[in-house]
């Protein structure tokens, strides 16, 4: 991959007050301001779907169906979670399917982490999912499942049927986190998982393990036999790249077809990365001693690092005309201030440009983390928020917003 140089950022927008964010990258360099920047004046913001809880992923069909993932529905056991329908705007009242999961309270990362729908889903009706299960009788530890369901119309509702475990071997930490569990179809029709590195930093280096790691499978579970360790003694064949701390978020270029992904920290390490078959990612040698440390040799550094960390998590990139001003730029979002970056990748390589398009999710009031981002069949892009005061326990205080071309923009159109 050829070597980009390595830049210093200051970033200071306000939406809806201000904030001062330093982005990064290594080393430090010359610091270029930035304008701040709000919606551009032909979009606007609404709430798709509302009173839901914990929405942390989400797939659209291309009839416009949107599936969504609660994380889990009940803080009190047995935990479960649930896969949900929105025709029209409106969520379907019974579940298209409810899932048993391990222990996720008080706090964990733990749940119904991942949803993808297959690339044939229009025929097929797959529909998969990512859940860390309790302890079974094929497995006696909590563990992570790749799962298949086939969806069915059953009366007015579309339920998941035919419930298959495709993986059962995922690593889940014994702890409570770094988890990972997202889950996309590429564009070569293969899926993709995101394993964090449960919490265990020696992981990030381990070819043994599936944690901290990119997984690639066939859809049937299988694994595809161009994955670049397949002939690795002692690797996991399952491994795509390595060295990533856990990755909340990836998607892959519309023209370019290059995969990017979005990294936890800590500290200065909560990065924007462009991922390779076989990539070393550097996690945990580019953290040492309390400090960041950046061209370790045999690793790839980063593009954007964020500094302080923010708790990137989901990645989509703009895929449509619609919006002009968000056309194949990556949006992704964050944790801790619910905010939704806007990242334009020059071609050629040169430097990125990132801005932030909202904080707290776009609302004026709350404390909002923002879930996960995705591009909608009519030129939408969505994105999922929970509110922070979700632990212990507050259901439904979840959301799902989405930005549209303002109805006015389209009034020159009508003129003529």
């Given at each position: 991959?050829?070597?980009?140089?390595?830049?210093?950022?200051?970033?200071?927008?306000?939406?809806?007050?201000?904030?001062?964010?330093?982005i990064?990258?290594?080393?430090?360099?010359?610091?270029?301001?930035?304008?701040?920047?709000?919606?551009?004046?032909?979009?606007?913001?609404?709430i798709?779907?509302?009173n839901?809880?914990?929405?942390?992923?989400?797939?659209?069909?291309s009839?416009?169906?949107?599936f969504?993932?609660?994380?889990?529905?009940?803080?009190?056991?047995?935990?479960?979670?649930?896969?949900?329908?929105?025709?029209?705007?409106?969520?379907q009242?019974?579940?298209?399917?409810?899932?048993?999961?391990?222990?996720?309270?008080?706090?964990?990362?733990?749940?119904?982490l991942?949803?993808?729908?297959?690339?044939?889903?229009?025929?097929?009706?797959?529909?998969?999912?990512?859940?860390?299960?309790?302890?079974?009788?094929g497995?006696?530890?909590?563990?992570?499942?790749?799962?298949?369901?086939?969806?069915?119309?059953?009366?007015?509702?579309?339920?998941?049927?035919?419930?298959?475990?495709?993986?059962?071997?995922?690593?889940?930490?014994?702890y409570?986190?770094?988890n990972?569990?997202?889950?996309?179809?590429?564009?070569?029709?293969?899926?993709y998982?995101?394993?964090?590195?449960?919490?265990?930093?020696?992981?990030?280096?381990?070819?043994s393990?599936?944690?901290?790691k990119?997984?690639?499978?066939?859809?049937?579970?299988t694994?595809?036999?161009?994955?670049?360790?397949?002939?690795?003694?002692?690797?996991?064949?399952?491994?795509?790249?390595?060295?990533?701390?856990?990755?909340?978020?990836?998607d892959?270029?519309?023209?370019?077809?290059?995969?990017?992904?979005?990294?936890?920290?800590?500290?200065?390490?909560?990065?924007?990365?462009?991922?390779?078959?076989?990539?070393?990612y550097?996690?945990?040698?580019?953290?040492?001693?309390?400090?960041c440390?950046?061209?370790?040799?045999?690793?790839?550094?980063?593009?954007?690092?964020?500094?302080?960390?923010?708790?990137?998590?989901?990645?989509?990139?703009?895929?449509?005309?619609?919006?002009?001003?968000?056309?194949?730029h990556?949006?992704?979002?964050?944790?801790?201030?619910?905010?939704?970056?806007?990242?334009?990748?020059?071609?050629?390589?040169?430097?990125?440009?990132?801005?932030?398009?909202?904080?707290?999710?776009?609302q004026?009031?709350?404390?909002?983390?923002?879930?996960?981002?995705?591009?909608?069949?009519a030129?939408?892009?969505?994105?999922?928020?929970?509110?922070d005061?979700?632990?212990p326990?507050?259901?439904?205080?979840?959301?799902?917003?989405?930005?549209q071309?303002?109805?006015?923009?389209?009034?020159?159109?009508?003129?003529?």
């Amino acid at each position: 991959m050829k070597k980009m140089k390595a830049h210093s950022f200051r970033l200071i927008l306000g939406l809806p007050l201000l904030l001062a964010l330093t982005i990064y990258r290594l080393p430090p360099a010359t610091a270029f301001p930035f304008t701040p920047q709000t919606l551009p004046p032909n979009v606007e913001l609404d709430i798709y779907v509302e009173n839901v809880t914990f929405p942390v992923a989400m797939a659209f069909a291309s009839d416009g169906r949107l599936f969504f993932a609660e994380r889990f529905v009940d803080a009190s056991l047995p935990i479960t979670g649930t896969i949900r329908l929105v025709e029209n705007g409106v969520v379907q009242p019974q579940p298209f399917a409810t899932l048993d999961l391990a222990d996720s309270t008080p706090y964990a990362e733990k749940g119904l982490l991942g949803l993808a729908l297959d690339p044939d889903f229009a025929d097929n009706g797959y529909v998969y999912t990512y859940r860390t299960a309790a302890p079974d009788a094929g497995n006696p530890a909590e563990h992570g499942e790749l799962i298949r369901y086939t969806a069915q119309l059953s009366g007015t509702n579309w339920l998941g049927v035919d419930m298959t475990i495709l993986v059962d071997d995922l690593p889940v930490s014994t702890y409570c986190c770094h988890n990972g569990g997202v889950i996309h179809f590429g564009p070569d029709s293969k899926l993709y998982l995101s394993i964090g590195d449960n919490s265990n930093s020696n992981n990030g280096q381990n070819l043994s393990t599936k944690a901290s790691k990119l997984l690639r499978y066939n859809p049937d579970g299988t694994i595809p036999a161009d994955n670049p360790f397949v002939n690795t003694p002692g690797a996991d064949p399952a491994i795509y790249a390595y060295g990533l701390r856990n990755v909340f978020g990836y998607d892959w270029h519309p023209l370019t077809s290059e995969l990017y992904a979005s990294e936890n920290g800590p500290d200065c390490n909560d990065e924007l990365n462009l991922i390779t078959a076989g990539g070393n990612y550097g996690w945990a040698l580019s953290y040492q001693g309390g400090q960041c440390v950046m061209g370790v040799g045999g690793t790839i550094d980063p593009l954007v690092v964020f500094d302080p960390p923010v708790g990137l998590t989901g990645v989509a990139f703009y895929t449509s005309e619609e919006i002009p001003d968000f056309t194949n730029h990556l949006f992704l979002g964050s944790w801790t201030d619910g905010n939704l970056y806007q990242v334009e990748l020059p071609e050629g390589g040169g430097e990125p440009v990132v801005t932030t398009l909202l904080t707290n999710c776009g609302q004026p009031a709350g404390d909002l983390n923002l879930l996960d981002v995705v591009m909608g069949p009519a030129g939408d892009l969505y994105f999922s928020c929970q509110d922070d005061t979700f632990f212990p326990a507050r259901p439904q205080t979840g959301a799902i917003y989405r930005l549209q071309r303002h109805w006015y923009s389209y009034m020159p159109l009508l003129q003529h």
